[in-house]
């Protein structure tokens, strides 16, 4: 079993930055993309960046958003910088595992990100 361990959500001024961290632990022989993903109240969840093989970013996101991987440490995190209150949403991580020829998808709990005007 798959288990993804977010960190580093939590309330910034517009302006500020943040560093949200996701662990991966558990049965990971291989994995194709790490990424993040949000979601404001009302709205759906939408992709922010994600990482393997190419990095992708959204729109809204690009030149302030980077995300990075540390493959020992099965760990991916976003860095966020120029934060604005429209970037506030619940921050979820995802991982996407081949098992068995079908890619898996893998979500973390969750983490608050709340940007203040």
């Known amino acids: 079993q798959v288990q993804l361990v977010e960190s580093g959500g939590g309330l910034v001024q517009a302006g500020g930055s943040l560093r949200l961290s996701c662990a991966a632990s558990?049965?990971?022989?291989?994995?194709?993309?790490m990424g993040w993903y949000r979601q404001a109240p009302g709205k759906q969840r939408e992709l922010v960046a994600s990482s393997g093989g190419s990095t992708n970013y959204a729109d809204s996101v690009k030149g302030r958003f980077t995300i990075s991987r540390d493959n020992a440490k099965n760990t991916v995190y976003l860095q966020m910088n120029s934060l604005k209150p429209e970037d506030t949403a619940v921050y979820y991580c995802n991982l996407v595992v081949p098992i068995a020829g079908t890619m898996v998808n893998y979500w973390g709990q969750g983490t608050q990100v709340t940007v203040s005007s």
């Open positions: 558990g049965s990971i022989f291989s994995y194709n993309r």
